[in-house]
């Protein structure tokens, strides 16, 4: 007899021949699955028997058990069960199998080949893994890891910051916290090294002068430890903003008789020193008092001619700059 055991574990297509020796042929064949041919195919594992009848009735009988291969053991291990998302996981084969394999790691993705490989998840829940591994032999076999892979979400930090640039006179804006997903927030103003848990800035009032941007942090934590920080900024127009007007009508109608520059924050100029000069460059006017405007006379009271005249300013800013200003006014009566 010849055999040939199924090609792989639980498949049918195994073999059965009878090689009769002795008797008288031709002869008659009888298995116990009811076929008469000298062979029998399409086989399971299994015990099986033969009976043999020759022409002179000559009986003998034959058991055979047809043994397979064994069952192909599918395995994987990875370097880390959970974590935050994104979570990059290393999934390695184990399995007696590495001819080829099939990865499918329930999220979308899936992978073709027995070496290692890396999954990326990009969000939070629950993952299956399964593998299917194939043997040189074309046999394979799979397995399902179920909720095998945990992930959870990394909330989003986020402020808003409304309005972001501030001036001295104008100090306050409105932080609202804009994250998704936290459980726990901590804030850092900028102001100092100083945190504050469990806070919300809302309408926030900063000190001017002191910096000309105060760099604002949010950090967004969740009970598992996964976090998201963010940075947002307020800026402070510290530097002098002055209006200067390039006309006015000294005519004693009480409209635009005075010529004096304006000032966004005033009470932070020093040292202040404003000259008026002529096209000739006579000095017309000087103050030191930056609420003292100009009201177009000199020596006195003698009022000025018509006509175009320069003026200067000096003045230290509170942070010790000192500036230098120059432009012109247009005088008409």
Request: aromatic residues 14%.
């Amino acid at each position: 007899m010849t055999r040939v055991m199924p090609s792989c574990f639980e498949y049918s297509n195994g073999e059965l021949t009878l090689i009769p020796v002795g008797g008288t042929a031709p002869y008659t064949y009888l298995w116990n699955t009811g076929d008469t041919t000298i062979g029998i195919d399409s086989l399971e594992t299994g015990n099986f028997s033969a009976e043999i009848l020759d022409t002179l009735g000559c009986f003998t009988s034959i058991e055979i058990f047809l043994d397979e291969p064994p069952e192909l053991q599918i395995s994987l291990d990875v370097d880390v069960l959970s974590g935050c998302s994104p979570l990059v996981v290393q999934f390695t084969n184990t399995s007696n199998a590495t001819a080829d394999c099939e990865w499918d790691f329930g999220n979308g993705n899936t992978f073709n080949g027995c070496e290692n490989v890396f999954n990326s998840y990009e969000t939070g829940g629950l993952y299956s893994v399964s593998l299917t591994a194939y043997d040189d032999n074309g046999c394979f076999n799979d397995v399902t890891y179920n909720d095998f892979i945990t992930v959870y979400q990394t909330p989003t930090a986020a402020m808003n910051i409304d309005p972001v640039y501030l001036f001295p006179d104008v100090p306050t804006t409105n932080i609202s916290n804009e994250s998704d997903g936290g459980d726990t927030y901590v804030w850092n103003m900028g102001e100092s090294e100083q945190d504050f848990l469990g806070f919300e800035p809302g309408v926030y009032t900063y000190s001017p002068n002191i910096v000309d941007t105060f760099y604002v942090n949010l950090l967004a934590l969740t009970d598992e430890g996964c976090n998201d920080t963010t940075q947002g900024m307020v800026i402070f127009l510290n530097d002098p903003f002055l209006y200067a007007p390039n006309t006015f009508t000294p005519d004693g109608n009480n409209v635009n008789d005075l010529w004096i520059p304006v000032y966004s924050s005033p009470q932070y100029v020093k040292r202040y020193n404003l000259d008026i000069y002529n096209r000739w460059g006579e000095r017309v006017f000087e103050t030191t008092d930056i609420s003292q405007g100009w009201d177009a006379t000199h020596n006195g009271g003698q009022l000025c001619q018509d006509g175009i005249y320069t003026w200067k300013i000096n003045f230290r800013w509170y942070d010790q700059r000192t500036f230098q200003l120059t432009g012109h006014i247009t005088l008409i009566k």
